[in-house]
């Protein structure tokens, strides 16, 4: 057998100090990206197929690449904590994890007080208030797990504030313009790639439709 190192997968590999019951919820904290990106966008994608959260995660997507350029280009070590969590071949300024969670939570954020999404929203602060708590958590944990300085945190959630904001702004004043257009292409089409931005409240409507559609189904078998 070769004697080349083993390198561990670190999507899920979160470490934390045996019997710290703290660090093992935050541990859970720390993996609620890859809970966002492969049951929320996946799932998404598979059962809403709708325009807005496509481009959303999109925006995750370039979030992402432009944390990774951005690392390798100012290559600030980890804590030295990094020993024990066998980190201390990759990059900690800035944090992906805390850019993800203020990029998710900004975006979410605008999403709702614009009124896009499912429902029909009267108290929006209480409904942004998750997102932003998970944020802020995430955060800590990176610190307290000891992946992360203080500093590398509040610089991932400094550069995902921003990118969150200019990608909504780029998407709602932009790319919105050309959503009939991709609705109607080809693509649009075969996957059922829809824009349900100008209804209210999406749930209500399909459910009417739903139940509207089932009466004339019953009408015409009578």
Excluded at 56 to 81: C, D, H, M, Y
Excluded at 88 to 93: L, M, R
Excluded at 130 to 147: D, E, H, I, K, N
Excluded at 149 to 173: C, E, K, P, R, Y
Aim: aromatic residues 16%.
């Amino acid at each position: 057998m070769s004697d080349t190192p083993l390198k561990a997968v670190t999507l899920t590999l979160v470490r934390y100090r045996k019997g710290d019951q703290l660090g093992h919820f935050l541990a859970w904290v720390s993996l609620i990206p890859v809970f966002i990106s492969l049951g929320g966008f996946l799932t998404h994608f598979l059962f809403r197929r709708e325009l807005h959260g496509m481009f959303f995660a999109f925006g995750l997507l370039i979030s992402q690449v432009i944390n990774g350029i951005i690392k390798t280009f100012v290559q600030q070590a980890r804590p030295e904590t990094c020993v024990l969590l066998d980190m201390c071949d990759s990059h900690g300024w800035p944090s992906s994890h805390s850019q993800y969670m203020f990029f998710f939570a900004v975006y979410f954020t605008l999403l709702t007080h614009e009124g896009i999404g499912l429902l029909e929203i009267k108290n929006k602060w209480a409904v942004t208030f998750f997102p932003w708590s998970v944020a802020f958590l995430t955060m800590f944990s990176r610190v307290y797990l000891g992946y992360h300085t203080v500093s590398q945190v509040f610089a991932g959630a400094v550069l995902g504030i921003l990118l969150g904001a200019g990608w909504f702004w780029v998407v709602t004043n932009v790319i919105q313009e050309y959503f009939p257009v991709m609705e109607e292409s080809m693509f649009g089409r075969m996957f059922y790639v829809k824009d349900t931005s100008h209804i209210k409240n999406v749930l209500k409507f399909e459910y009417d439709n739903a139940r509207a559609a089932r009466k004339n189904m019953a009408a015409k078998a009578d």
